[in-house]
């Protein structure tokens, strides 16, 4: 019968899985609008994004297999870890809300991750580095749409101006922990496998900024930052995602899908 | 697909067309295998029975959308759900496809999703039933989809040409849906015992529900003689769903799944599968608005638009600023 | 409430050289997010390197009550198509 797996997290196994974590859990979310959202044109972009992400981390999931040596899948990784074996940042878990929140998460993270997979694409691991250049033009993408939806939002009348102001307030103290390293990366960026993810921050702040002014909204300044996905202290809401996404698995152990 | 703005809507010039001699040469016309396009003139009834056909056909896309979209967060491993998702956004393109398709014949798509919001419009009676199982995912796509094909490659050639064209692009695109189903079902057919029940679970709940997703029988349908006769409809809805049966009978059988039908037999000498009574009250009702699922399908469309109108506002409003800033400067 | 959006037509100019292709429209309050849908919605399946995206009530179309006035004149016009011209069959191809 099969159960939740320990994972062998060597530094690099742990690096990709993170990143993995990340995609697939912010894809999972996007996920959730399909057929839901406010126009059937914003359907088509939600899910459009969601599959780009739930791509990047089957690669990556699958890498990490290899990187563990221990012959594990895509799907073991995704369906039989827990919630305190998930290494996602506390941002991409967050729940939906309303669109303005669903929409500046993405913003946040897509700004973020476009710069990060593009610096990736130097990477000396050459799968990693594969993995970064397919993402990167990937979260391009993401940034341009999500921009201009906040442009919109921001600008647009009294009640989304409201609504996304509001969703930038509760979101941004999520920010911090995107840039957050430990001792096991830090190794990795000496070997010049990962990158120096506090270069990426003023960029970051820099291009969010530039988006938020247009969109009249004022950027919030970096107070306290909640941090903790990385090592697997989550909000309360990923169980909940977790518990619907490997749902069937765990209903019929052992079964082949 | 083609200006709204360039058609009027049915206006005062059109009963015209409903004179013997100008109705005879729309006849030649189709008779010819021409296509007829949004500006040509056209009988108010053939434009009438247009909007109707390919706005219903639009709203099942959207709401088809519902029942499938329950699994998409619980698809149980990460292959199959990016396909599914790929699948009802599919979907969701498809309604796109159509509603311009529909627009074309000049009413708006605000005003004919108005017309599905409020119940007045119909949509595809099968997607009122609930989808409890996995497999249930398996049995649309193979079922569901397999019936919808039937229906659809013959509309590739159908008189309207935007609606023939948005069905070409629908069926080249869908060609991918049924497989994606059959192999879930096939996969499940080849798993446990758990599995195996879930499938034939699916294939009892599903069966016959998609025998009638072809419509009333031939005797009993009233729009099909004047829909032939502009080669609107290609088949009758008796002819489709016999072909349906046939096609899908061998394909059950393959997967060691009983269909729920003590009746059904094959014909030697008709070379055709025969199959026992439908239960034509059921399918009255769930037309009705009495299925399972009907009320849950209505809600969740008025809930994503009533929920999506301050973003829309929005947009219209940056859309208006712009514009008289750019005025202004 | 005032949903009403503007009307677009997609162009798309697909992989094999051929010009912008006439593929459908769609609804959106301005040309940028027009240009996002289109590619949403018409370009999954890498149909294309290349959009436009035209406001609707942008385009002059001809009356199909004109159609013979507009086209069939040319059909008598066979002296511009080579086929019309005679070439020794000996001289070959031309």
């Known amino acids: 019968m099969a159960k939740t797996i320990r994972v062998n997290e060597t530094p690099l196994v742990l690096y990709t899985l993170r990143r993995a974590d990340d995609a697939l859990i912010l894809g999972h979310r996007l996920s959730e609008w399909c057929g839901h959202a406010p126009m059937m044109e914003e359907d088509m972009a939600l899910a459009n994004m969601a599959l780009d992400l739930i791509g990047q981390a089957r690669s990556l999931y699958t890498y990490a297999g290899e990187a563990e040596g221990g012959g594990r899948t895509e799907d073991d990784f995704a369906y039989w870890r827990d919630e305190r074996g998930y290494r996602n940042v506390l941002l991409v878990e967050q729940q939906n809300g309303d669109f303005a929140r669903t929409i500046l998460r993405q913003f946040l993270y897509a700004h973020f991750a476009d710069l990060y997979w593009r610096a990736m694409m130097a990477s000396k691991d050459a799968t990693l580095a594969a993995i970064a250049a397919k993402s990167e033009k990937e979260m391009a993408y993401h940034v341009r749409h999500a921009g201009e939806w906040v442009i919109r939002l921001g600008d647009g009348t009294a009640e989304s101006h409201a609504r996304i102001a509001a969703a930038l307030e509760d979101l941004w103290p999520y920010t911090g922990e995107l840039f957050e390293m430990d001792a096991s990366e830090k190794a990795l960026v000496d070997a010049g496998i990962a990158v120096d993810l506090s270069a990426l921050r003023e960029r970051w702040r820099a291009n969010v900024k530039a988006v ?27 169980g909940h995602l977790l518990a619907e996404l490997q749902h069937v ?3 019929i152990p052992g079964a082949v899908w | 697909m083609y200006t709204q703005a360039l058609n009027a809507k049915p206006d005062a010039g059109e009963p015209q067309l409903e ?26 009834a053939y434009r009438k029975t247009l909007t109707r056909q390919i706005s219903q056909h639009a709203h099942s896309e959207i709401v088809g959308m519902l029942p499938e979209g329950n699994w998409i967060t619980r698809a149980p491993s990460l292959r199959r759900k990016a396909a599914l998702l790929a699948k009802v956004q599919d979907e969701c393109g498809h309604g796109l496809y159509l509603y311009a398709a529909a627009e074309t014949l000049g009413t708006s798509r605000e005003e004919l999703v108005d017309q599905l919001l409020t119940g007045k419009a119909k949509y595809s009676s099968i997607f009122n039933y609930p989808t409890l199982t996995w497999a249930d995912i398996g049995a649309i796509g193979w079922l569901v989809d397999g019936a919808a094909i039937m229906n659809q490659i013959p509309l590739c050639r159908c008189s309207y040409g935007p609606y023939a064209r948005a069905m070409i692009r629908v ?12 192999e879930i079902m096939v996969t499940l ?18 069966w ?103 973003v829309r506002e929005a947009a219209l409003a940056y859309a208006e600023k712009r514009h008289a800033r750019k005025a202004a400067a | 409430m005032k949903d009403v959006f503007p009307l677009w037509e997609v162009f798309i100019r697909s992989r094999n050289g051929l010009a912008h292709k006439h593929v459908g429209s769609l609804h959106a309050t301005d040309a940028t ?62």
Not at chain 2, 189 to 206: F, H, I, T, V
Not at chain 3, 37 to 47: K, P
């Open chain 1, 212 to 238: 938020l002014d247009e969109a009249t909204l004022t950027t919030p300044a970096d107070g306290w930052m909640q941090k903790g996905g990385r090592t697997g202290i989550h909000s309360e809401h990923l």
């Open chain 2, 19 to 44: 004179d013997a001699a100008l109705l005879e040469a729309f006849q030649a016309r189709i008779d010819a295998e021409d296509r007829i396009e949004p500006n040509d003139r056209m009988p108010a």
């Open chain 2, 208 to 310: 016959w529900p998609c025998l009638m997703m072809f419509g009333p029988p031939d005797a009993a349908s009233q729009h099909s003689d004047q829909s032939t006769k502009w080669k609107i409809k290609r088949f009758s809805n008796d002819e489709l769903r016999q072909k349906f049966v046939d096609a899908t009978v061998p394909q059950a059988h393959y997967l060691g799944l009983t269909l729920p039908d003590p009746d059904l037999k094959f014909n030697e000498q008709t070379g055709h599968w025969e199959y026992g009574a439908i239960d034509w009250d059921e399918f009255k009702q769930v037309i009705a608005g009495n299925g399972p699922c009907n009320r849950d399908r209505l809600a969740a469309r008025n809930k994503a638009h009533a929920e999506g109108a301050w």
């Open chain 3, 33 to 94: 997010l027009a240009l996002q849908a289109a590619r949403d919605i018409y370009t999954r399946r890498g149909e294309g390197l290349s959009i436009w995206v035209v406001p609707s009530n942008a385009i002059t179309a001809s009356d199909p009550a004109d159609k013979e006035m507009m086209f069939e004149p040319t059909a008598s016009k066979i002296y511009r198509h080579p086929t019309f011209y005679d070439v020794p069959e000996e001289v070959g191809h031309m």
């Open chain 1, 249 to 251: 698995q765990h209903t």
């Open chain 2, 189 to 206: 057919s080849k798993g446990n015992e758990a599995q195996r029940e879930m499938a034939q679970d699916a294939l009892n709940r599903w």
């Open chain 2, 171 to 182: 069926c080249k695109e869908e060609s991918f849906h049924q497989r994606q189903g059959y």
